[in-house]
């Protein structure tokens, strides 16, 4: 790829050197300019596009030329022109499209024409989608992201984006890539992106550098899971004319050839729809181009609207390639007003590329060596598009602040103004303090997760912070060292608790990590921490509930962690645990009822007094693998980003009698599978299916047990890995062998969509169940329905649940965001 780069900049200097170069200016015939309007040499897959700003430049050897300018919705226009060595100017006004209804008849009554050309169009959808099952071809990317408004401030931080700049209305992030772009039909495909430029950031990578063919011959387009899990459905899919109304516009001719105009519109607000203009070349069927959009009628998520205009040309006989496609995004959000233009220009396609044997492989963007070092000079002799006024200013601007971002006084004073506290940080989210200079950052936590209150401790503060520095200068590197104190207090019972974690990563190619971590602590008796302290807090306080059940423990850990590739991570672990069992020294709650019924700081259900104090030397090891796994690549590392199959994990831990002391003695399995399908319009199922048990149990603790997470408050707790209703310790067991599952559908607007004002809300079904079975006698199930996707963020769902030989459990669990409400988290 590093030769290939090198060899394009030598190819095209010589090119240019005995190259005319021809410029100019494409706008309509009021001189408002047509932003990315596609340039091609007639008779040739020579082309260009131009920018925003309408403007455009080609290098052509000495010749005479058909120069063609062509834009969605106008009439194209042909020049021919002459060019030595010398540059020439040649602007286009194009007029728009002069649509003939003449020699359509319509009856009164009758159906839209349009409707018989979409039929046809449809016959030749599969036919299309398939004709070109294996290409390759080289890409132009540049996007931009602009802003027209913001709020001064956002949860309690200062908005400032360093640029010295005050006004309202700026470019926040532009980028450009020169990529090739490999597709093999019908689930292959390779980027191999060879230059990359983002504005301001040197060593960074364009990471939307997404040559992806928006192809509407699909009959469901997957665009962007974040705008819509479900989909969006095509104008010309086998189904669209359940969806779609139509209605003929008129026709053009290009190349003797006539092109239909159909104005494509939703039958039904709130599905996913495109609504705007397909051009259809007739007797062909095939798409000529589109001028597409999506609202939040829509059903899209997140952005406000996405308009999409594409441009195919013929390439050879009966095969049309794409030549252009631009993107158009925009936002209002929580005071934020962006939008932007993500434009692709296509060219020198190849229909039958010879490739190498295991040329695709699970990486499916790579990024050369020194795609993102690339000089000035470079992009002036490769660029397509030529640069808007702004644009050139940007990088000049942004590349200069960075240089002077570098020095240690500016990070010192950019170090001041980020570091000041703030409420929002002190009380609910926490606060980081950063030197930039040292490459060191320190988090401390939200006073909401500091302070809790429970039986066993009274009053508690557990203040957790972490330490971390970045080895390496590079903002990318994998390289850096965590430690992380945790100091707890407990006021009613004055136990003092300390520990520290200390965690190293690293790993150029894969991530790995080593933790290492000691002290004496606060555990739960189930060590997978199912009871959020701040739950626990409010339950205690007002329903004299004290779930969370504790004991302390003298402790000393290591684990270490790698990625090995391919999906595959594997994890090896040594964990010692002198425990000394705790009882409640509290029975104080706001309500002041007379007779208190807080139960005993020990799993009740389980056992009939406290454990002893006793020791616990326990080896683990887990697998995990997820076949298909693909894999962003980049000079120094590799990066998983997604798998279409399900992810499979293997846990082994092992209970070591007679070292430091251990009485314990067992050795325990778990094997667990977990997917998330995605359905299309239908939906998604998520699932998660476990099976485990032990070997042989001659001597554990409750600690030991395996525990199934259940959940006593009315915050919902991790959907597929926990219970809803279930009592938390109820049915914690060392049995040979149990089966666990959870199942859960979303619906993602599917059925709600068909409501008339509620689907206003965007509110979501969401169904499922959860169960486990241990024997005949020892089995739960519990049913779930709700509404998800409330406010953007929250969730709502009635459970039901049955234990055998007991009455049936009801209640209502609200879903919160992960993080929302904080917790200590795991170690």
Same mark, same amino acid.
């Given at each position: 790829?590093?030769?290939?780069?090198?060899?394009?900049?030598?190819?095209?200097?010589?090119?240019?050197?005995?190259?005319?170069?021809?410029?100019?200016?494409?706008?309509?015939?009021?001189?408002?300019?047509?932003?990315?309007?596609?340039?091609?040499?007639?008779?040739?897959?020579?082309?260009?596009?131009?920018?925003?700003?309408?403007?455009?430049?080609?290098?052509?050897?000495?010749?005479?030329?058909?120069?063609?300018?062509?834009?969605?919705?106008?009439?194209?226009?042909?020049?021919?022109?002459?060019?030595?060595?010398?540059?020439?100017?040649?602007?286009?006004?194009?007029?728009?499209?002069?649509?003939?209804?003449?020699?359509?008849?319509?009856?009164?009554?009758?159906?839209?024409?349009?409707?018989?050309?979409?039929?046809?169009?449809?016959?030749?959808?599969?036919?299309?989608?398939?004709?070109?099952?294996?290409?390759?071809?080289?890409?132009?990317?540049?996007?931009?992201?602009?802003?027209?408004?913001?709020?001064?401030?956002?949860?309690?931080?200062?908005?400032?984006?360093?640029?010295?700049?005050?006004?309202?209305?700026?470019?926040?992030?532009?980028?450009?890539?020169?990529?090739?772009?490999?597709?093999?039909?019908?689930?292959?495909?390779?980027?191999?992106?060879?230059?990359?430029?983002?504005?301001?950031?040197?060593?960074?990578?364009?990471?939307?550098?997404?040559?992806?063919?928006?192809?509407?011959?699909?009959?469901?387009?997957?665009?962007?899971?974040?705008?819509?899990?479900?989909?969006?459905?095509?104008?010309?899919?086998?189904?669209?004319?359940?969806?779609?109304?139509?209605?003929?516009?008129?026709?053009?001719?290009?190349?003797?050839?006539?092109?239909?105009?159909?104005?494509?519109?939703?039958?039904?607000?709130?599905?996913?729809?495109?609504?705007?203009?397909?051009?259809?070349?007739?007797?062909?069927?095939?798409?000529?181009?589109?001028?597409?959009?999506?609202?939040?009628?829509?059903?899209?998520?997140?952005?406000?609207?996405?308009?999409?205009?594409?441009?195919?040309?013929?390439?050879?006989?009966?095969?049309?390639?794409?030549?252009?496609?631009?993107?158009?995004?925009?936002?209002?959000?929580?005071?934020?007003?962006?939008?932007?233009?993500?434009?692709?220009?296509?060219?020198?396609?190849?229909?039958?590329?010879?490739?190498?044997?295991?040329?695709?492989?699970?990486?499916?963007?790579?990024?050369?060596?020194?795609?993102?070092?690339?000089?000035?000079?470079?992009?002036?002799?490769?660029?397509?598009?030529?640069?808007?006024?702004?644009?050139?200013?940007?990088?000049?601007?942004?590349?200069?602040?960075?240089?002077?971002?570098?020095?240690?006084?500016?990070?010192?004073?950019?170090?001041?103004?980020?570091?000041?506290?703030?409420?929002?940080?002190?009380?609910?989210?926490?606060?980081?303090?950063?030197?930039?200079?040292?490459?060191?950052?320190?988090?401390?936590?939200?006073?909401?997760?500091?302070?809790?209150?429970?039986?066993?401790?009274?009053?508690?503060?557990?203040?957790?912070?972490?330490?971390?520095?970045?080895?390496?200068?590079?903002?990318?590197?994998?390289?850096?060292?965590?430690?992380?104190?945790?100091?707890?207090?407990?006021?009613?019972?004055?136990?003092?608790?300390?520990?520290?974690?200390?965690?190293?990563?690293?790993?150029?190619?894969?991530?790995?990590?080593?933790?290492?971590?000691?002290?004496?602590?606060?555990?739960?008796?189930?060590?997978?921490?199912?009871?959020?302290?701040?739950?626990?807090?409010?339950?205690?306080?007002?329903?004299?509930?004290?779930?969370?059940?504790?004991?302390?423990?003298?402790?000393?850990?290591?684990?270490?962690?790698?990625?090995?590739?391919? $999906?595959?991570? &594997?994890? +090896?672990?040594?964990? /010692?645990?002198?425990?000394?069992? @705790?009882?409640?020294?509290?029975? !104080? =709650?706001?309500?002041?009822?007379?007779?208190?019924?807080?139960?005993?700081?020990?799993?009740?259900?389980?056992?009939?007094?406290?454990?002893?104090?006793?020791?616990?030397?326990?080896?683990?090891?887990?697998?995990?693998?997820?076949?298909?796994?693909?894999?962003?690549?980049?000079?120094?590392?590799?990066?998983?980003?997604?798998?279409?199959?399900?992810?499979?994990?293997?846990?082994?831990?092992?209970?070591?009698?007679?070292?430091?002391?251990?009485?314990?003695?067992?050795?325990?399995?778990?094997?667990?599978?977990?997917?998330?399908?995605?359905?299309?319009?239908?939906?998604?199922?998520?699932?998660?299916?476990?099976?485990?048990?032990?070997?042989?149990?001659?001597?554990?603790?409750?600690?030991?047990?395996?525990?199934?997470? $259940?959940?006593? &408050?009315? +915050?919902?707790?991790? /959907?597929?890995?926990?219970?809803? @209703?279930?009592?938390?310790?109820? !049915? =914690?067991?060392?049995?040979?062998?149990?089966?666990?599952?959870?199942?859960?559908?979303?619906?993602?607007?599917?059925?709600?969509?068909?409501?008339?004002?509620?689907?206003?809300?965007?509110?979501?079904?969401?169904?499922?169940?959860?169960?486990?079975?241990?024997?005949?006698?020892?089995?739960?199930?519990?049913?779930?329905?709700?509404?998800?996707?409330?406010?953007?963020?929250?969730?709502?769902?009635?459970?039901?649940?049955?234990?055998?030989?007991?009455?049936?459990?009801?209640?209502?669990?609200?879903?919160?965001?992960?993080?929302?409400?904080?917790?200590?988290?795991?170690?």
């Amino acid at each position: 790829m590093k030769h290939f780069a090198l060899s394009v900049i030598a190819c095209i200097s010589f090119i240019s050197s005995f190259a005319g170069k021809i410029s100019g200016t494409v706008a309509d015939e009021k001189g408002q300019v047509l932003a990315y309007a596609s340039i091609l040499v007639k008779g040739t897959a020579k082309g260009t596009s131009a920018n925003n700003e309408g403007k455009y430049f080609l290098y052509l050897e000495p010749g005479t030329y058909t120069i063609v300018a062509q834009y969605v919705g106008y009439e194209r226009k042909e020049k021919q022109i002459t060019i030595g060595n010398e540059n020439l100017l040649l602007d286009f006004q194009l007029r728009p499209q002069q649509l003939s209804l003449a020699e359509v008849v319509v009856k009164p009554g009758g159906e839209d024409p349009a409707y018989d050309i979409i039929r046809h169009a449809i016959k030749k959808r599969a036919y299309y989608q398939q004709q070109l099952d294996k290409f390759q071809c080289e890409v132009y990317i540049k996007g931009q992201l602009r802003l027209r408004n913001f709020p001064k401030s956002f949860m309690g931080q200062k908005i400032d984006f360093e640029d010295g700049d005050t006004s309202k209305k700026k470019i926040v992030y532009l980028y450009e890539t020169l990529a090739r772009y490999t597709v093999a039909k019908p689930d292959k495909s390779k980027v191999e992106v060879y230059s990359t430029k983002v504005s301001g950031q040197s060593g960074a990578f364009g990471f939307l550098s997404n040559p992806q063919i928006i192809s509407f011959y699909e009959n469901n387009m997957d665009i962007a899971r974040n705008l819509n899990p479900r989909g969006f459905i095509s104008p010309i899919s086998d189904n669209a004319l359940h969806y779609y109304k139509y209605k003929f516009e008129g026709v053009f001719h290009e190349d003797g050839k006539e092109v239909n105009k159909i104005k494509v519109t939703p039958k039904r607000k709130f599905e996913p729809l495109f609504s705007g203009y397909i051009n259809i070349v007739d007797g062909d069927w095939r798409i000529h181009s589109v001028d597409l959009a999506l609202t939040k009628e829509s059903q899209m998520e997140f952005l406000d609207t996405f308009r999409i205009e594409q441009l195919y040309v013929p390439f050879e006989k009966d095969v049309w390639v794409i030549k252009t496609q631009v993107i158009y995004p925009s936002i209002k959000l929580l005071g934020f007003d962006a939008y932007g233009s993500f434009v692709n220009v296509y060219s020198k396609f190849d229909l039958s590329p010879s490739l190498p044997k295991k040329f695709f492989s699970s990486t499916v963007l790579k990024f050369d060596e020194g795609s993102n070092k690339r000089p000035a000079d470079y992009w002036d002799t490769i660029r397509p598009v030529p640069l808007q006024l702004d644009e050139i200013a940007d990088y000049r601007k942004k590349d200069s602040l960075e240089k002077l971002r570098q020095s240690p006084h500016y990070l010192d004073s950019v170090d001041r103004i980020r570091n000041k506290p703030t409420a929002t940080g002190i009380l609910l989210t926490g606060q980081a303090i950063n030197k930039e200079k040292t490459r060191e950052q320190f988090n401390y936590p939200a006073l909401i997760s500091t302070f809790s209150y429970n039986t066993v401790e009274g009053l508690a503060i557990n203040w957790r912070g972490t330490y971390t520095k970045r080895i390496d200068s590079s903002a990318f590197s994998r390289r850096s060292i965590s430690v992380t104190p945790d100091l707890r207090y407990g006021f009613s019972n004055t136990h003092f608790n300390a520990y520290a974690v200390v965690r190293y990563n690293y790993g150029k190619k894969y991530f790995s990590s080593f933790n290492i971590a000691g002290g004496k602590r606060v555990y739960q008796f189930n060590n997978a921490n199912p009871i959020n302290p701040l739950y626990n807090t409010f339950s205690t306080l007002f329903w004299e509930s004290n779930y969370m059940k504790l004991y302390e423990a003298w402790f000393g850990k290591i684990y270490f962690n790698k990625t090995i590739g391919d $999906g595959l991570r &594997v994890g +090896i672990g040594l964990q /010692y645990q002198d425990r000394m069992p @705790l009882e409640n020294s509290t029975d !104080y =709650s706001f309500v002041s009822w007379k007779t208190r019924s807080f139960t005993k700081n020990y799993p009740v259900e389980l056992l009939s007094q406290n454990i002893p104090r006793h020791q616990a030397f326990i080896a683990n090891a887990e697998i995990i693998w997820q076949p298909g796994a693909k894999y962003i690549e980049f000079p120094d590392r590799k990066m998983m980003i997604r798998s279409d199959y399900p992810r499979f994990q293997l846990s082994w831990q092992q209970g070591v009698p007679d070292i430091f002391g251990s009485n314990i003695d067992y050795s325990k399995w778990k094997f667990s599978i977990n997917q998330t399908l995605n359905l299309k319009l239908a939906g998604s199922f998520d699932y998660h299916i476990s099976a485990g048990g032990f070997l042989y149990a001659n001597k554990l603790f409750v600690p030991d047990y395996y525990h199934f997470n $259940g959940n006593q &408050v009315v +915050i919902a707790s991790d /959907y597929l890995t926990s219970f809803q @209703l279930l009592p938390y310790y109820k !049915y =914690s067991n060392k049995a040979p062998i149990y089966g666990e599952g959870h199942i859960e559908y979303h619906l993602n607007g599917f059925l709600t969509n068909k409501i008339p004002l509620f689907r206003n809300l965007n509110w979501h079904l969401v169904a499922g169940a959860n169960g486990f079975f241990i024997d005949p006698y020892t089995n739960y199930i519990e049913a779930f329905a709700g509404l998800e996707n409330i406010l953007k963020l929250f969730r709502a769902d009635f459970v039901w649940g049955y234990e055998r030989g007991n009455q049936s459990l009801m209640g209502i669990r609200i879903g919160i965001p992960v993080g929302f409400i904080g917790g200590n988290p795991n170690d």
